[in-house]
């Protein structure tokens, strides 16, 4: 009993239903408790900049053939364009054979634009080519000092590949980047212990705010957005570990402390740095996480893509606006442009939502208000798809590019039918195998 109550994630579970209780029935009071989320995501944003800068600039340095940096990089913009476009397609089947719209009848002339006006403002000034131009910092400083998680990983592929290219006379700043690399993920360690404080605060803030009444009134949306993602994790992610001989379930099991910080704070970053320790745990080479992982936050987020499918045709079921299978598929084509912007800013997911609907022309962008109550409740399973989505791509990329440990893999990770012995090792052990032969 007493290791339970030391484990993190028992203690978050506990902070979440405490957090629950307390916005049910004070939520004057729970409302109050917001800071306790907010303050502990600060203290882990301020620090996700420099570790995915040490990780990186690290592992490419230490990876010698620059020639695999761009092959992985290839491999893994691939896969992610393919996986989010599959969220995609699964949100949009699901939501037309559910149909929670249908029936709300809303009137497009009686909602509030108000509440919208910062998304659509926002939205108005978003293009694909002003995210691309996004990527590259105005200066060094900028990217640490605003946070951005593209323009942080740009730099550091770039130094990572000049000290590649410099040899053993980089190796005292590699070395020295490495040792930094370690204090700030024991930093992170430290700060991780707020978890169970953090949770119960924004867990508490979510319920005292919006109120569990708010979860009836469109509970079908809701159901169905859980559903999908649910389905598509099971399913897709399913089928893709069990293809690579991966145990999708174990890998959730390994990661489940970080799933339930996720599930309290209602935002993936919250477990950035955390997870690429994590998967390095698991046996992806440092390399592979340095580049699959950050880049993951922008170009991978499945639970985001499917929300914003669902929440699209939910908007054009509810204002009574029909859509034809090709105008449908038009939400899809923007979605896979503008989703990848998503994570990007505040409020990110409603700015993205506003700017496709806008894009398209026929679903009414006032419709964005009837999804504004629930979309606190919604942002767990987004954050959890997305968390679950990027793991499972860190540790198949490792796998295609033969930079899975299979040692540290195999109690943890592997399939029960999968060689735990990799073919390199087995070539190393052939001399001592025949020796004992003898």
């Not at 620090?47 to 893994?76: E, N, Q, Y």
């Not at 979860?215 to 159901?223: D, E, F, I, T, V």
């Not at 994570?343 to 208000?369: D, E, Q, R, S, Y």
């Amino acid at each position: 009993m007493l290791n339970l109550l030391r484990n993190l994630y028992f203690q978050v579970i506990v902070a979440i239903v405490i957090g629950i209780l307390l916005g049910h029935f004070y939520p004057d009071l729970a409302v109050s408790f917001k800071p306790l989320g907010d303050a502990f995501i600060k203290l882990i944003k301020m620090l996700i900049a420099p570790i995915i800068f040490t990780t990186v600039v690290v592992g490419i340095a230490g990876m010698g053939d620059m020639s695999k940096l761009g092959r992985v990089g290839g491999k893994t913009l691939l896969y992610f364009e393919v996986v989010t476009t599959l969220a995609l397609v699964i949100g949009l089947i699901v939501v037309k054979v559910i149909a929670p719209g249908e029936g709300i009848n809303a009137d497009v002339s009686k909602l509030d634009m108000k509440e919208v006006e910062r998304y659509t403002n926002a939205a108005a000034h978003q293009s694909t080519t002003d995210f691309f131009m996004n990527i590259i910092p105005n200066t060094f400083v900028d990217a640490f000092a605003k946070g951005e998680i593209l323009q942080v990983l740009l730099i550091s592929i770039l130094l990572g590949v000049a000290l590649a290219k410099a040899g053993k006379s980089a190796s005292p700043l590699v070395s020295a980047l490495d040792q930094i690399s370690h204090a700030f993920l024991y930093v992170i360690s430290l700060i991780m212990k707020l978890a169970p404080v953090a949770a119960f605060g924004a867990m508490a803030f979510t319920i005292g705010k919006f109120g569990l009444s708010t979860l009836l009134s469109l509970g079908k949306l809701m159901l169905a957005v859980y559903t999908t993602s649910f389905l598509f994790i099971a399913l897709a992610l399913g089928s893709i570990c069990y293809y690579n001989g991966i145990s999708l379930w174990k890998l959730i099991k390994a990661i489940r402390e970080e799933i339930f910080i996720v599930l309290g704070t209602s935002s993936s970053e919250s477990v950035l740095p955390k997870m690429m320790t994590r998967m390095e745990e698991l046996g992806c080479a440092k390399p592979i996480v340095g580049i699959v992982l950050p880049s993951g936050y922008s170009f991978n987020l499945d639970g985001t893509c499917i929300y914003l499918t669902m929440a699209a045709i939910f908007i054009a079921q509810a204002t009574n606006t029909p859509l034809t299978l090709g105008q449908e598929l038009t939400v899809l084509l923007v979605l896979l442009l503008t989703s990848k912007g998503a994570a990007a800013v505040t409020g990110g997911g409603f700015i993205t939502l506003a700017a496709t609907l806008a894009a398209v022309g026929t679903v009414p962008v006032a419709g964005i208000t009837l999804v504004l109550g629930v979309d606190r409740f919604m942002s767990e399973i987004r954050s959890i798809t997305n968390l679950i989505g990027n793991a499972v791509a860190t540790v198949v990329m490792a796998k295609w590019e033969g930079e899975l440990d299979m040692q540290k893999a195999s109690a943890i990770l592997l399939s029960p039918e999968t060689p735990v012995v990799s073919r390199q090792t087995a070539a190393l052990r052939e001399p001592e195998l025949e020796q004992e032969q003898r």
